[in-house]
């Protein structure tokens, strides 16, 4: 056929790329930063050249993999810990963790005008199930566990708490219905500003201990200039501005 | 044994939901597991294949067709919530449910293979002897195909006992509910409890190691007899 024609198109990559050499990035992105890590993919592939490979799951089981030789080379946890951790026992680039979120909770359900504004919904205790994360595992559930206790809820929702094993699954019972509402990331259910479906009480940040997630480049990408421009993105303002839409604070 | 109060909740839970469904699973598989045997009906095909799709379908599919099945907005959640029983994701009937399509094919396919086994001589035999037909069963095939009846009750156990995708699914994590052994164990990884699910995890091993043991050696045993 006649694909020497084409040829030349094969060249186009190389030329949009310019003086960058082009690399690739393997990073292990918590369940709930899903969403705003696509956009700012899309965007940071466009802006540097490089490549963007994510891996979705919940922080602990990162924390175990990358302990038994996973290849990833950046880590965006879910939490502070698990980073920090990594850190100490020697598996991070020094001095490379930073926050690059401070995640919000929410109580959503699927239904509209389910949840009030106030949360009122939850002491009138009139559902069967009410939807977490893992507080073990996950650090939205734990999160919720804290705004429970500080309601004084806690023996009073006990019987009707289902959990899943990481936001990802918490959001899913609510959004199938067999759950009436739960905790959630409020970057799952919402853009731009508003609630994107259902209906949510965005949880204040005093009612449980901050959720500061902690970006570190892993000792797989030390050479890696992607590891390195992927990380400097994420504190850019471009990031930032997806990052504060999806509902996370800076 | 360093095992905590919730770890022997979880094998207790783990051990009844086993147990239930093997029993159910007798009970249902018998009689598919004969019509597959005996028919000449073109519907032994599609039969047979529905029965064995767990064998191939991830857990996860099954699971997330449950999830929403079972849910409020799902067919069989429409059924229960209509008979007063409400939806049954995050519940043990729920996993009952579950466990029994799961495990479907590891007793049904014994079972056939061990009616099939006995070929249709007996039972002409027992028809001139005017058996009727639950005589033949009881009189005949049962005796006939004890050791498939073995194999397939020692397979479905075990399968339940190891099943982790569909119960993490549609099970909802509670305690004393729905919180099965393979859900503990992941649970402790999560958690970062090495040594705690390194416990759960190798009593997990020996039993199962325990219940093939059991399974090939009786067959050993049986080859030898015949």
């Known amino acids: ?250 | 044994m360093p095992l905590t109060s919730a770890d022997y909740a979880a094998i207790w839970l783990t051990l009844k939901l086993a147990s239930l469904t093997t029993v159910i699973l007798l009970i249902i598989g018998t009689p598919i597991a004969l019509w597959l045997s005996r028919t000449r009906s073109w519907l032994r095909g599609p039969v047979g294949a529905v029965v064995a799709l767990p064998l191939v379908l991830p857990p996860t599919v099954i699971g997330f067709y449950l999830l929403l099945a079972l849910g409020p907005n799902g067919w069989i959640g429409q059924i229960t919530q209509a008979l007063g029983l409400g939806t049954l994701t995050f519940s043990f009937t729920g996993l009952v449910i579950g466990s029994v399509i799961y495990s479907m094919p590891f007793v049904v396919q014994p079972l056939q293979n061990a009616f099939a086994a006995i070929g249709s001589r007996p039972l002409e035999v027992a028809a001139t002897l005017r058996a009727g037909p639950w005589d033949t069963f009881f009189s005949v095939i049962l005796p006939l195909a004890r050791p498939g009846f073995v194999t397939a009750a020692i397979l479905g156990f075990a399968h339940t006992v190891g099943e982790f995708g569909v119960v993490l699914m549609i099970g909802g994590n509670i305690p004393e509910k729905t919180r099965v052994v393979s859900v503990q164990i992941y649970d402790h990884v999560e958690a970062l409890e090495y040594a705690q699910a390194h416990w759960l995890a190798a009593a997990m091993l020996v039993f199962s190691f325990l219940v093939l043991l059991a399974l090939y050696s009786s067959r050993r045993t049986r080859a030898g007899w015949s």
């Open chain 1, 1 to 250: 056929m006649r694909l020497t024609r084409f040829a030349p198109l094969l060249l186009i990559p190389f030329l949009t790329i310019g003086a960058v050499q082009a690399a690739e990035v393997q990073v292990a992105v918590a369940a709930n930063f899903t969403a705003p890590i696509q956009a700012i993919a899309t965007d940071f592939e466009k802006d540097t050249g490089h490549k963007l490979v994510a891996a979705y799951g919940a922080t602990g089981q990162f924390y175990t993999q990358i302990k038994n030789g996973a290849p990833f080379e950046v880590f965006l946890a879910a939490d502070d810990t698990t980073p920090a951790k990594l850190e100490s026992e020697g598996d991070t680039v020094k001095g490379s963790r930073f926050t690059y979120a401070v995640g919000t909770l929410a109580l959503w359900s699927a239904k509209d005008g389910y949840v009030d504004n106030q949360g009122q919904v939850l002491k009138h205790n009139d559902f069967q199930h009410l939807s977490i994360a893992n507080p073990k595992a996950a650090p939205y559930g734990l999160a919720a566990t804290q705004v429970l206790d500080k309601l004084g809820l806690t023996t009073q929702v006990k019987s009707k708490l289902v959990e899943g094993q990481n936001i990802t699954q918490a959001y899913q019972f609510v959004s199938t219905g067999n759950a009436e509402l739960g905790f959630v990331a409020l970057s799952q259910v919402y853009k731009d500003g508003k609630v994107t479906g259902g209906s949510a009480w965005i949880v204040p940040a005093d009612l449980h201990d901050p959720i500061k997630q902690d970006a570190v480049i892993l000792t797989k990408g030390r050479d890696n200039p992607a590891a390195v421009a992927l990380v400097d993105y994420l504190k850019g303002p471009k990031a930032a501005a997806i990052i504060q839409a999806y509902g996370y604070q800076r």
